[in-house]
């Protein structure tokens, strides 16, 4: 779908909800995009089968056409591909045929009522909020009519095309309630970055603070950019805002995922979903520098492995929280507030100086401010990884760009060794990348994605096995130090520290005869200056103005 499609739906939609609260009108919006996704794939079920029914080579076949529309009807021609069941009153056009009714909302209730009695995998997922929503008279049939709009396009599904206009949303959601849209989504950009480095390719994919799902989503992205299967990965998550769990649950059951979110919305420290997950990659985003994560209740906590967190900042409780559930050769992608890397307050120092020691941290990046919705305070992302012995690293980490397939000497989808970095971490300095999409908000273009991710590939590959080139410093962005370094600055990991300043530019021209050039140009501007001074006196004078 193009981005002018996306834009004129998310600006009629945002039109219809007038003084509504963005926060409110969110689970509106996003909820009726997913009934209509919810029947739209039924539909496209339903047109396979009654083809299946007519062809007498297909296992479904049934010669007597008076039996297919009965058969049509049943609930396990639609289960058996993992598709949802949608009773008739619940089907999208039952629904678009009384939108204009006073009673639409309590309409909509009772389908989804009924979808999720028929679905047991979206009990309790679905907000049933319509009845009661304080749109104003009409505007919630005129939403109806407008998400009738998005349907099949030219070789699309439901889900691909639903999946994008519900992504799309989320963002704008984000952006239009500004911290709070913060609490539920990352950035599609920086989670490109967390999941290019990481390139997830098989395994299990753990999330401890999941908000929307933007880290599975992405991750699915890169899975099939790369040629490889989504059923390849087992996603797992958590989530402690129940509305927020819900919305994650939908934007993955539109995109045909079987996740694992718990049994419930929960907090990760308290009642941790996974006990026993081990996890082969870890991408989160954990709220800054929470306070009141109840720390004081879990000083013995078996995860503090280096060192307890202090109780008035959760961010060295999320690191070990996801170093603990990562597999022997798990890597992780972790976004937190820059003081992560530097500060020294009640223990903070000393759980960063083992784990550095422990050599448990890889990468670390620097990120420029404004990339958020919910914080102008600058973050950072911590890459961490269990075995930097030379690790399997998958085909496509070979710096290719963003989205581009990737194939290894050894073929594609294999896997191949990186080169031994133990005792070693590399520091990337991408505070100068990004652009400003908005007055306040700041995006990585995909050339910015790929520069960060090709250096860590390169770093990590090293020449090894027909590794694309080899990995080189780069003052002012990159640079790969030694565990003694970093113990000469008190484990300090920012990486402006390491990286060292931009080399300047060498023009090859002499330093007297440049400021000859240069004072020559200025005294020629001031002068140009000083003839436009007279040039506006006289025509204000000859105006009356006396200047």
Not at 367 to 384: D, E, H, V
Not at 464 to 487: H, N, Q, S, T, W
């Amino acid at each position: 779908m193009n981005q002018d499609l996306k834009k004129t739906l998310w600006a009629a939609a945002d039109k219809l909800r007038a003084s509504m609260d963005a926060a409110e009108y969110k689970h509106i919006v996003l909820g009726l995009i997913f009934l209509k996704y919810i029947s739209d794939a039924f539909d496209e079920r339903r047109d396979e089968l009654r083809a299946a029914f007519a062809d007498a080579d297909d296992e479904l076949y049934l010669p007597d056409a008076a039996d297919h529309d009965e058969a049509l009807e049943e609930r396990d021609y639609y289960t058996m591909v993992n598709a949802f069941w949608v009773p008739e009153t619940a089907r999208w056009e039952a629904i678009r045929a009384q939108a204009k009714q006073s009673h639409i909302g309590v309409r909509i209730d009772a389908a989804l009522e009924a979808i999720e009695a028929d679905n047991p995998r979206l009990k309790g997922i679905l907000d049933k909020r319509f009845g009661r929503t304080q749109l104003e008279p009409g505007k919630l049939g005129e939403l109806v009519d407008l998400i009738s709009t998005i349907g099949f396009g030219a070789g699309h599904h439901a889900k691909d095309l639903l999946g994008e206009v519900y992504e799309y949303f989320l963002g704008q959601f984000a952006s239009a309630e500004g911290k709070k849209g913060g609490q539920f989504y990352t950035p599609a950009s920086v989670v490109k970055v967390l999941v290019e480095v990481l390139a997830p390719h098989h395994g299990r994919v753990y999330d401890p603070a999941c908000g929307s799902g933007g880290m599975f989503v992405q991750s699915e992205k890169f899975i099939e950019a790369h040629g490889g299967k989504v059923d390849d990965i087992s996603i797992y998550g958590q989530e402690a805002n129940p509305t927020t769990w819900r919305l994650v649950a939908m934007n993955l059951a539109i995109r045909g995922f079987a996740a694992d979110l718990g049994r419930e919305p929960a907090d990760t420290f308290h009642r941790d979903q996974h006990p026993d997950l081990k996890a082969d990659y870890i991408l989160a985003n954990p709220p800054f520098n929470i306070s009141d994560w109840g720390g004081e209740r879990l000083t013995d906590d078996k995860r503090w492995v280096y060192g307890t967190p202090p109780a008035g900042n959760a961010n060295y409780a999320w690191l070990q929280h996801i170093l603990h559930h990562l597999s022997p050769r798990g890597q992780a992608g972790v976004v937190l507030a820059n003081g992560s890397m530097s500060s020294n307050q009640n223990n903070e120092g000393a759980i960063r100086r083992a784990m550095v020691e422990a050599d448990v941290v890889d990468v670390m990046v620097a990120l420029p401010p404004q990339l958020f919705f919910n914080t102008q305070i600058p973050a950072c992302l911590w890459f961490l990884a269990r075995d930097k012995s030379g690790a399997l690293l998958p085909s496509p980490a070979s710096g290719r760009g963003v989205g581009e397939r990737g194939i290894s000497a050894g073929g594609e989808g294999q896997q191949r060794r990186g080169r031994d970095r133990r005792g070693e971490v590399l520091f990337i300095d991408a505070r100068k990348l990004g652009r400003m999409d908005t007055r306040v908000n700041r995006v990585f273009d995909d050339e910015d994605v790929a520069r960060i991710a090709a250096t860590v590939h390169r770093w990590r590959a090293d020449g090894e096995d027909g590794a694309d080139e080899p990995y080189a410093d780069v003052p002012g962005f990159c640079r790969a130090v030694k565990l003694a370094e970093i113990g000469e600055h008190g484990h300090v990991l920012t990486p402006g520290r390491y990286v060292g300043a931009e080399a300047a530019e060498d023009d090859d021209e002499a330093f007297n005869e440049k400021m000859e050039r240069l004072t020559a140009q200025l005294a020629e501007q001031m002068a140009k200056g000083a003839e436009l001074d007279a040039v506006i006196r006289e025509k204000l004078g000859g105006m009356g103005y006396a200047v």
